[in-house]
């Protein structure tokens, strides 16, 4: 029996942050297509460089691209158990076509916990993350900061600020959640897997909310 998550939530409201967190206690891969986007642009692919015209604008690169990633992504051999998905789906389209996705893997999809924020929380928490350069690991300068300012505190490398995370990119990105995101909220409520976490407590009380609707 598989199990998969749908890690649901505004940007910069933490759902890296608890990817991460979850994927270690769960086992399951942290499948993030923002992380997988990013990964393109530093390979320089063809699809990095598609996507980094929509995700510097803080749009949404087009679903049929995003589907077909996520696709590829889920069909390799460690996600036969399952994943936790973060930042897919995003829109309605995606949704359903996540749905038919994992019927042919013979699963489905089994908790949405949705994390939720004011926008003065998620603005302060983007303007403040650094990100590091090897494998994405998330840092904030007050509530997480690194042992040494600029360096990641797991594997050493450098830390940077996103290109997006740009103030006038971020009240972008929080438009375009609110009109094509939000809407998954009432979809998966619907289908009554949503469970509803306050996000604005500490990191690790958000862990603990998260891990007790997941019965862990
Ligand atoms: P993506 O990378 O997914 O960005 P996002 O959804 O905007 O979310 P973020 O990664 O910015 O925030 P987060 O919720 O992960 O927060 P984090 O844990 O880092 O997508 C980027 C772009 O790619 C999109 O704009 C789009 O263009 C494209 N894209 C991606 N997926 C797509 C899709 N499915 N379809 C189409 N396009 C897609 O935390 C933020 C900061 O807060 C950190 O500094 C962290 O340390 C801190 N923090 C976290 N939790 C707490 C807490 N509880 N208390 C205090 N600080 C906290
Ligand atoms: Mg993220």
Not at 10 to 16: D, F, N, T, W
Not at 28 to 34: A, K, M, R, T
Not at 133 to 148: A, D, L
């Amino acid at each position: 029996m598989q199990t998969y998550i749908v890690l649901l939530g505004p940007p910069g409201v933490g759902k890296g942050t608890q990817a991460e967190i979850i994927a270690k206690s769960t086992g399951l891969p942290h499948i993030s297509s923002g992380d997988l986007f990013r990964e393109n642009i530093k390979n320089a692919t063809n699809l990095g460089k598609l996507a980094q015209s929509f995700m510097n604008k803080g749009e949404l690169v087009p679903d049929d691209v995003t589907i077909g990633m996520i696709r590829d992504r889920l069909s390799r051999p460690d996600c036969r158990a399952g994943a936790l998905l973060d930042g897919f789906p995003r829109t309605t389209v995606q949704a359903e076509a996540l749905e038919k996705l994992l019927a042919e893997f013979g699963g489905t999809v089994n908790y949405v916990p949705y994390i939720a924020a004011s926008e003065a929380t998620l603005v302060e928490r983007l303007s403040g993350r650094w990100t590091c350069k090897s494998q994405g690991h998330i840092f904030h300068e007050k509530y997480n900061p690194p042992k040494t300012p600029g360096v990641c505190d797991l594997d050493g490398s450098d830390l940077y600020q996103r290109d997006d995370d740009k103030a006038e990119t971020v009240t972008r990105r929080i438009q375009v959640y609110f009109a094509q995101t939000a809407p998954l909220i009432a979809y998966y409520r619907e289908r009554g897997l949503l469970s509803e976490i306050d996000g604005a407590q500490p990191i690790e009380q958000v862990s603990l909310e998260l891990l007790a609707v997941l019965g862990k």
